[in-house]
């Protein structure tokens, strides 16, 4: 008798939802539960050998604050990518790519925030992350991708602009009503929450043509937490639309953005304890990241 060594469809599934992983970090879930079917389709071509863990492409879009300093728990919102990677690799498998990006000079535009401030905050988030990863998974650094758009991007800013229109003549009260909610919150500009849903629409995958990065996977798995679920729901009605496989992923952390400054409360500290079950004590972050609230 053959036994099969190939990891099962569940063990697959289990990498992309983080079943069963440490609570402080895990579960992902896919923000419409009927995307589930796509999931456990994947996790079965993988098993079958008809797909791989690279025809998927991990995303997380990260903000920007108009404070000039970069917190300690800016890395806790990637922690469940790099989680979903290691056990990818622990089960045989040469891990999806991770594309952490930034549309920093939309963001400053769109959020009232002077550029050259922002492009240096920028810049001090993105080394950050590099070091938190090459310290807690140098084993991945080849598989993550750091985008970190400081100059515009003409070309996005012309799709933003269409698909504002096309999202201005669809939006739902209830998804408009959200978004306005959510800038209220965490922007210092009125009257951008369509464009800014807009952009998530584009960073996010769902109109596979005006991507703005390379796209060599046709699976694209968004992982954002709270703050991004009126976003995930803008993406996934274009992306139904343009028949994309876009695949958002809700985590239970960063329910403020860990971008944003925030005092201490059950909410940061849940990003804590999910930095220190990836293994990064505060004494380590503040090493990686010196300048810092």
Excluded: W
Excluded at 111 to 129: C, D, P, T, Y
């Amino acid at each position: 008798m053959t036994i099969s060594t190939t990891p099962s469809a569940n063990d697959i599934q289990s990498t992309f939802r983080l079943k069963g992983i440490d609570p402080r970090i895990g579960p992902l879930k896919p923000f419409d539960g009927s995307q589930s079917a796509i999931l456990q389709k994947l996790s079965r071509d993988i098993h079958l050998g008809q797909a791989q863990c690279t025809d998927v492409l991990l995303t997380t879009g990260l903000g920007l604050s108009d404070n000039h300093e970069v917190p300690l728990r800016l890395p806790a919102l990637l922690v469940p990518g790099f989680q979903a990677m290691e056990r990818q690799k622990a089960l045989g498998f040469t891990p999806s790519q991770y594309r952490v990006y930034q549309a920093t000079e939309f963001i400053a535009d769109a959020n009232g925030i002077e550029l050259q401030k922002a492009r240096e905050v920028s810049s001090r988030m993105e080394h950050f992350l590099r070091r938190y990863v090459e310290e807690l998974h140098p084993d991945l650094v080849e598989h993550v991708e750091f985008c970190f758009e400081r100059d515009q991007n003409e070309t996005a800013s012309d799709s933003i602009a269409q698909l504002v229109t096309e999202i201005s003549d669809s939006t739902s009260h209830e998804i408009f009503d959200r978004l306005s909610r959510c800038e209220s919150s965490h922007s210092n500009r009125n009257g951008q929450a369509i464009r800014y849903g807009a952009a998530n629409v584009l960073y996010n995958g769902a109109d596979p043509e005006k991507y703005p990065f390379k796209r060599s996977t046709e699976i694209l798995l968004p992982i954002g937490g709270k703050a991004e679920r009126p976003f995930f729901a803008l993406t996934n009605q274009i992306a139904a639309k343009r028949g994309a496989d876009v695949i958002p992923m809700v985590t239970q952390l960063g329910s403020t953005p860990t971008y944003y400054p925030a005092p201490a409360s059950h909410a940061t500290r849940k990003d804590f304890e999910a930095l220190e079950a990836d293994g990064a004590s505060e004494e380590l972050l503040q090493k990686l990241n010196p300048v810092t609230l």
